[in-house]
C-alpha cells in the first residue's frame, strides 16, 4: 500500500449512515477517492441507495467489503461493532488497515476482537464532513504506524480539520465535537426563536443566525484570538450585549454546556467499558 492513498487503493465501508455519507462524501467530493472504488455496506437498502446513484459498490454482505478492500471504515452503531469484528475477522489479513469511528469504543476493544497484528486506528469524525468542515482526530492502534496515519490523513482531507491525538482525547473530542455540533444547532435554534419571538420571521431568523454562527467561528479562526477578547469587542459599555449576556449568565449557559461536554465524554468512555460480569 503506498504511503499516501493513491489510486490503486479501494475503500470499504461497513454501515451506510450518516457518519459514512459524511465521511465519505468528504473524500469523494474533494478527488481523493473515486466514488468507483468505494464498497459500503449495510443490511438494508434505505441508506444504501445513494451511495449506489453516486457509482461506489455497495453489497449487504460485510464479507465482500473485507475481501474487496483494504482500507475499512467501520461505521456502525457501537453495540453493533463486536458482532461485525466477529463477522469479518476470520478475513481480516495483516494488509488490511481497520478505521473505526464508533463512539467509545477503544483500540483494545478493537485490537483484541481481530487477528493479532492488524492495523488498526480509531477516529472521532462529526458531521459537518459532509460539508468538508469537519473537525476529526484519530488515533493509532499498537500495529498502526506512520504510513497509516498520514494515508489516513490523505484520505480524509477533504473532511475538514484533522489531527492526530493520544486515545485519551477520543472520547473528549466526541464531548465537544462530535456531539457538540448538536449543541450548537440547539444554540442556533434558540438564537432564531429569539428573533421570532420579537417579530422576525422564522426564515430570516434562522438564516441570520447560521450567518452568525459561521461569521463567528470564521472570525475565532482567523484571527487565533480568545473567544473572550472577541466577546468583549462586541460588548459596548451600557449596551445591548452586555445586558443580553448577563441573562445568559443568569441562565448558567457557561456550566450548562461545560456539563453538556463532560456528559457527553462520560457517556463515551462508559460505552467503552467491558460490561459488567
Ligand atoms: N452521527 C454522528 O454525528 C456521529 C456518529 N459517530 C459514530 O458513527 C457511527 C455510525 O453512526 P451513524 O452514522 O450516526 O449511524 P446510522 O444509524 O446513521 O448508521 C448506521 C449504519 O450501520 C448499518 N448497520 C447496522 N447493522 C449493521 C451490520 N450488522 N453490518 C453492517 N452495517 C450495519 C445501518 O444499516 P441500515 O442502513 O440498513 O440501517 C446503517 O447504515 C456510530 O458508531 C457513532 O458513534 C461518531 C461521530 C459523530
Ligand atoms: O450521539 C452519539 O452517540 C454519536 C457520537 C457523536 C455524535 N453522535
Known amino acids: 500500500m503506498a504511503a499516501v492513498w493513491g489510486a490503486q487503493c479501494r475503500l470499504g465501508c461497513i454501515g451506510a449512515g450518516k457518519m459514512a455519507r459524511g465521511i465519505l462524501q468528504g473524500a469523494i467530493l474533494t478527488g481523493t477517492v473515486q466514488a468507483g472504488d468505494v464498497t459500503v455496506s449495510a443490511p438494508s437498502d434505505r441508506n444504501l441507495k445513494p451511495f449506489q446513484e453516486h457509482g461506489c459498490h455497495v453489497t449487504h454482505v460485510n464479507g465482500d467489503v473485507v475481501l474487496g478492500c483494504l482500507v475499512i471504515l467501520l461505521a456502525v452503531k457501537p453495540h453493533i461493532v463486536p458482532a461485525v469484528l466477529q463477522e469479518i475477522s476470520p478475513l481480516v489479513t495483516p494488509e488490511h488497515v481497520i478505521i473505526s469511528v464508533a463512539a467509545g469504543v477503544t483500540l483494545r476493544t478493537l485490537e483484541e476482537a481481530l487477528p493479532d497484528g492488524t492495523k488498526v486506528l480509531r477516529m472521532s469524525p462529526n458531521l459537518p464532513c459532509l460539508v468538508q468542515e469537519g473537525a476529526v482526530v484519530l488515533c493509532r492502534g499498537r500495529c498502526a504506524g506512520d504510513r497509516e496515519v498520514a494515508m489516513l490523513k490523505s484520505l480524509f482531507s ?120
Open 158 to 277: 477533504g473532511c475538514g480539520l484533522s489531527e492526530e491525538v493520544p486515545e485519551s482525547y477520543i472520547d473528549i473530542h466526541t464531548g465537544l465535537s462530535g456531539s457538540g455540533v448538536a449543541y450548537v444547532y440547539m444554540f442556533a435554534e434558540a438564537l432564531a426563536d429569539g428573533a421570532v419571538k420579537m417579530g422576525m420571521s422564522s426564515e430570516l431568523s434562522h438564516r441570520i443566525a447560521a450567518q452568525t454562527l459561521l461569521g463567528a467561528a470564521k472570525m475565532l479562526l482567523e484571527t487565533g484570538e480568545h473567544p473572550a477578547k472577541l466577546r468583549s469587542d462586541v460588548c459596548t459599555p451600557g449596551g445591548t450585549t452586555i445586558h443580553a449576556l448577563h441573562e445568559l449568565e443568569k441562565g448558567g449557559l457557561r456550566a450548562t454546556v461545560m456539563n453538556a461536554v463532560e456528559a457527553a465524554t462520560v457517556k463515551a468512555r462508559n460505552i467503552g467499558k467491558p460490561p459488567p460480569q
